[in-house]
């Protein structure tokens, strides 16, 4: 993906659609995907835990978790940061991805809008009927709540100074894709894949360096 040429540091969004109702649903509150998906997941997992041994089935719902990490990075890497050639594909792209990378603190855009992330459920639902027999349920809930999961690390890089070991390293990680190296750094919800595929930053982590989110917001108020 080139490289943006403009940066917002604000809390603030601008419109992409003149028509009201694609604008209003490519807005969405961060708690929505949670709100919609965990009964989904929560349901799968219920059923289909009474149709295979349970053994059997903890490892599936693992195995349904890591699928949608490497299903992330393929997204986040091959499709959102593809560079079109086309200004078609360019405008295209700066409504999936290009303006997250422009105005990346605006918080009703941080999470994957329900137009798109319930046929894309939907597509994964079916595929994995047809692949994984009676087991599809099982991961189907591991898969969709690895989805829930990073939606919601997605929101906390970007809004919360996340505590802890883990949470600054996620939140150090994902920021510097943003503000130091976009061609690095795919994974938001881990590093796996970044170290397989081998777009693991190759710079030792540097907690100074990563934007302060307080401190922006006492300056934004002044």
């Not at 086309?86 to 809008?113: C, N, Q, S």
């Not at 992330?117 to 189907?140: D, Q, R, T």
């Not at 505590?163 to 503000?179: C, M």
């Amino acid at each position: 993906m080139a490289k943006s040429k403009y940066v917002s540091n604000k809390n603030e969004t601008i419109p992409l659609f003149k028509n009201p109702f694609l604008e209003y649903f490519s807005h969405i509150h961060p708690v929505t995907p949670i709100v919609v998906y965990v009964p989904v997941l929560t349901a799968c997992a219920y059923f289909g835990f009474q149709q295979v041994p349970w053994y059997n089935g903890v490892i599936a719902y693992f195995g349904g978790i890591l699928l949608w990490t490497l299903i992330e990075y393929i997204i986040h890497r091959w499709a959102f940061h593809y560079e079109p050639k086309t200004e078609w594909g360019k405008k295209a792209h700066f409504l999936v991805h290009g303006i997250h990378h422009d105005y990346p603190r605006d918080a009703t855009r941080l999470v994957m809008p329900l137009l798109v992330s319930v046929p894309l459920a939907l597509f994964f639902f079916y595929s994995f009927v047809l692949l994984f027999g009676n087991y599809y349920l099982i991961v189907f809930s591991g898969f969709v709540l690895g989805y829930v999961s990073y939606d919601s690390i997605h929101y906390a890089t970007h809004h919360i100074n996340m505590k802890g070991k883990v949470g600054n390293f996620l939140r150090a990680y994902h920021l510097r894709h943003h503000y130091e190296d976009e061609n690095t750094a795919y994974g938001v919800s881990n590093p796996l894949w970044d170290y397989i595929f081998r777009t693991i930053p190759n710079y030792m982590m540097d907690l100074n360096k990563v934007p302060d989110l307080d401190a922006k917001k006492a300056k934004a108020k002044t």
